[in-house]
């Protein structure tokens, strides 16, 4: 059974600071790549960051770059996300999710999504 389970949200004043963890089962966050996935208010989906499963190479949207950093804990099977210099427009509920292998060859897509965790970034 594959399970993503996030934590670690909150809410935090402006140039705050948030650290996010994704805790996988049902398989091995080293053989996949692993996505943060954000949902604003009133807004779509969003792409935030990956990692990949084999050399753990990551990436960023243009909008977090130099503030957010991904990362993972093998050992746990558990995914990271460290957010700082937070601002307001980075409110969103936080998903970490699998990039689906069978379905990615054009663009990312995801076959398996966690529940989420609230982000809110006010004074």
């Known amino acids: 059974e594959v399970q993503l389970v996030e934590s670690g949200g909150g809410l935090v004043q402006p140039g705050g600071s948030l650290r996010l963890s994704c805790v996988a089962s049902g398989f091995s966050i080293s053989m996949y790549v692993i996505n943060w996935v954000r949902q604003a208010p009133g807004k779509g989906f969003e792409w935030v960051s990956s990692?990949?499963?084999?050399?753990?190479?990551?990436s960023y949207a243009d909008s977090v770059k130099g503030r957010f950093t991904i990362s993972r804990d093998n050992a746990k099977n558990t995914l990271y996300l460290q957010m700082n210099s937070l601002k307001p427009e980075d409110t969103a509920v936080y998903f970490c999710?699998?990039?689906?292998?069978?379905?990615?060859?054009?663009?990312?897509?995801?076959?398996?999504w966690g529940q989420g965790t609230q982000v809110t970034v006010s004074s």
């Open positions: 999710a699998r990039t689906d292998r069978r379905n990615s060859v054009v663009r990312r897509q995801y076959d398996y």
């Open positions: 990692i990949s499963g084999s050399g753990g190479s990551t």
